[in-house]
């Protein structure tokens, strides 16, 4: 069954660092978003993305985070500088069409921990 | 703010017995809601999702929604040890171009032998 993969499975940084979190969406998924979960909270949503554009975002994404399509397969969430409170499960969703009863199917997850 | 709301359990159940999560949105405007099963320290694993009042069926699982009462629920028939994990409610709510989940806090449901 395809999946969604995410890339590391566990990244420790230096708070101030620069970190990008990667993710493969099922292939011919078109709606790709981000979600964190901060250690005994609930999942948060971050942003979608399509069509190369951000269609929505929280207020947690703010101006130090950004999301990418590089290629035609891969999606990234980049954080510019680093702080302890972005130390969190990262998860990338994605589904294949439009609508409310479209699932979202989520990755393994990106454990982030800030130094 | 458009909320979820589940209690936090734990809800305990013995083998084989049926287990009825519930989940309380505040959204009119959620139009979809999807369950998710959560082992601890892994990602949200999708079960069933429902959009239309009554009830869906899928396997052991029930998914039952009222909009009226603005109330999501999930049977679960004949549980097994291996359901013991977090339940996760999300509502969503389509605004055009993407849809995005609001979950709760979830339900830890324990099944014990």
């Known amino acids: 069954e395809p999946e969604v993969t995410q890339t590391p499975s566990h990244q420790v940084t230096q708070m101030g660092q620069e970190v990008i979190l990667r993710c493969v969406p099922i292939s011919n998924h078109l709606y790709f978003y981000w979600y964190r979960q901060i250690l005994g909270q609930k999942v948060e949503f971050l942003v979608s993305f399509y069509n190369n554009e951000i269609s929505e975002k929280s207020e947690i994404f703010d101006d130090q985070f950004s999301v990418e399509r590089p290629d035609g397969s891969n999606f990234t969430l980049k954080i510019r500088s680093t702080k302890l409170e972005d130390s969190a499960m990262y998860f990338c969703?994605?589904?294949?069409?439009?609508?409310?009863?479209?699932?979202?199917?989520f990755g393994d997850g990106t454990r982030l921990s800030i130094l | 703010q458009k909320e979820v709301e589940q209690n936090s359990g734990p809800l305990s159940v013995p083998e084989g017995a049926i287990a009825s999560l519930n989940c309380t949105y505040s959204d009119r405007g959620s139009q979809s809601f999807f369950w998710y099963r959560q082992y601890s320290g892994k990602s949200p694993e999708l079960i069933m999702f429902i959009y239309s009042n009554g009830d869906k069926e899928d396997g052991r699982f029930t998914a039952q929604l009222n909009k009226a009462s603005q109330y999501v629920s999930l049977l679960i028939r004949d549980s097994q040890p291996s359901d013991s994990a977090t339940y996760l409610c999300a509502g969503t709510s389509y605004t055009g171009t993407a849809s995005k989940l609001t979950f709760g806090t979830g339900t830890r449901l324990q099944v014990t032998l």
């Open positions: 969703a994605s589904s294949g069409r439009q609508g409310n009863n479209q699932p979202q199917h």
